[in-house]
């Protein structure tokens, strides 16, 4: 039995929406177990009337949450039996538990995996990355999206080892296409950090690098990996969330506002159907906490019984790709390649 | 007369686009004189079918072109006879030109400005600074995007101040809301540059700051300008370009691949007529270069005459806002409270 841990009592349809996913989850794994972290009447009175293997959830009691609203390192400190810390305390302390999902405060997560789990060892900074679907029908994933708005080139170059892990062992692509995030996508373009960052990638030999992207080229398909600094990957993956939701919502008002469009929606229902299934972030899992001991997923904080689902899999199908012990792996090999070099 | 200053050989769709964009923006304004950049003997070629008032063209011969692929800087000292190289020429020597409007190269216009024009006194960085559509059915500048992918927080707050002198006088917008682009919307958001920033922006009697802003609320409309580096500003801009085309690219192949969205799509032309006016750039004028001595208004590589046209208005119209004097007067005064305090 792999035990994942999750946060029961993280995200806007929490309590409800992850023990429902949990379940739905189970059910699809029979070697899964699920450990639900959160208050436990309030976890067993939605239990009670659900039918599933109990064998596969057990629940570890916490009767507090921490909020989007606090200072996640002061919270972790000052709130010892919040959901959060409970579960990163379970998630350390068990050999069988292998990952924790949470929607919560991706503050109070980072926070959590860095003070209470810590980082692998030889890994400068963990960074997140999370999955975008792109128009080609495929993948892209960028790494590092908010957790270091700081960087050097080797915690770039750290970023790019990790998610070619992760990408190649959970997706099965051979070779992921890794691609620096710059402002132009000539080899000389960016700053001092790109430009050394880019010669460190050029040299990397395990590593597909197809150079220097524009941020335009993000959703074309023709990349798997996008490497960035937390600030501008926060841009990055932000920015194109708001185009298109503010896109979708143009269309929309403008749609209401002619009798004409409404009967041309009507004809088109399969299409935006199809589009809102493209990009609705239910279907593609968590972004993925990367160079922690243990395996952390951090779903979108509206994130819907589906959603828990795929990121409890996600987590799961993680484990079993060995991305762990494979990405260890990897930032040794690289590390002592650099040492000898200097 | 005012003279606009235009690179007749830049752009994709050159000669002919711009020339005939000159053409129809000097019938709009009987006060307007294009100066016509580039090869004399294919302007005069263009020229000899149209009608127009004579008084308000002139050429000047211009035999070299600046491409893309050139490094702009090496190409401004080696094509003395290129039409940008040229057009910056006659901006400087003539009093009575105002502007120079060109859609080549972002870097040799770039280039040429530093080079050949030169900065305000008192402005550390000039700036790029575009115009997009927001949902809400009025406009957003952001300022840089790109010219300055290496910047502190002097800089970012010089870049403020210019928006603001721009689009105070330019749109008529009485007191633009200006944000700092940034990670989250916590006051103590962000790295040190962000941090340093926002404490000075804040303090700007002036500026009315309304705080952080991140990169999903770009086209919400609640924001007149968006401060940024110009690493993260080329990303926010250029990811929102990629995400509406790539949306509206998968929206258009579904539609082709079932037949009752075909059907659909007739009754809805009007919607997507009115959105591709909404979002198309041609509409906006082109991206301000702030902080020049005179006006430099880049246009879309891509620009047909109908966005020729309006970027030269733009430029005819910032000169009679007096877009220049007035920024340099806020800089100035923001300069000397600054040396007062230090």
């Known amino acids: 039995m792999v035990k994942v841990v999750l946060d029961a009592f993280g995200g806007d349809n929490s309590p409800l929406a992850p023990i429902e996913g949990a379940l739905e989850a189970i059910k699809l794994q029979e070697d899964l177990h699920v450990v639900l972290v959160g208050d436990e009447t309030k976890i067993n009175k939605i239990l009670k009337d659900k039918k599933y293997n109990t064998s596969q959830i057990s629940i570890i009691d916490a009767k507090d949450v921490i909020t989007n609203d606090e200072s996640p390192t002061v919270a ?36 959590g995996a860095f003070m209470k789990l810590g980082r692998i060892k030889g890994v400068s900074r963990p960074a997140l990355c999370p999955i975008l679907p792109t128009a080609k029908g495929g993948i892209v994933a960028i790494c590092d999206t908010g957790a270091n708005v700081e960087c050097d080139s ?3 170059v750290h970023f790019a080892i990790m998610a070619n892990a992760y990408i190649k062992n959970n997706y099965g692509i051979m070779s992921p296409r890794v691609a620096l995030l710059n402002v132009g996508t000539e080899d000389h373009k960016g700053d001092a950090l790109r430009k050394e960052t880019f010669e460190m ?47 979708l919502g143009m269309l929309k008002s403008d749609i209401k506002s002619r009798f004409s469009s409404k009967i041309g929606y009507l004809f088109m229902k399969k299409t935006f159907k199809a589009l809102k299934k493209t990009l609705d972030y239910n279907n593609y899992g968590g972004a993925v906490f990367l160079g922690c001991k243990k395996l952390i997923v951090k779903g979108h904080g509206s994130s819907k019984t589906k959603s828990f689902t795929e990121c409890i899999l996600q987590a799961f199908n993680m484990n079993k790709a060995e991305v762990v012990p494979n990405l260890e792996r990897e930032i040794i090999e690289f590390n002592s390649n650099l040492n000898n070099e200097e």
């Open 76 to 111: 972790i400190r000052q709130k010892p039996d919040s959901s959060i810390v409970k579960a990163f305390n379970y998630l350390k302390e068990n050999d069988d538990a292998v990952a924790l999902v949470s929607a919560g405060s991706t503050g109070a997560v980072l926070s």
């Open 154 to 156: 080797k915690n770039l």
């Open 201 to 247: 990638l050029k040299s990397l030999p395990n590593i597909n690098f197809v150079g220097n992207m524009e941020a335009r080229e993000l959703l074309s398909g023709d990349v798997d990996i996008v490497v960035c600094d937390g600030f501008s990957g926060n841009v990055l993956l932000k920015s194109t969330e708001g185009a298109i939701l503010n896109l």
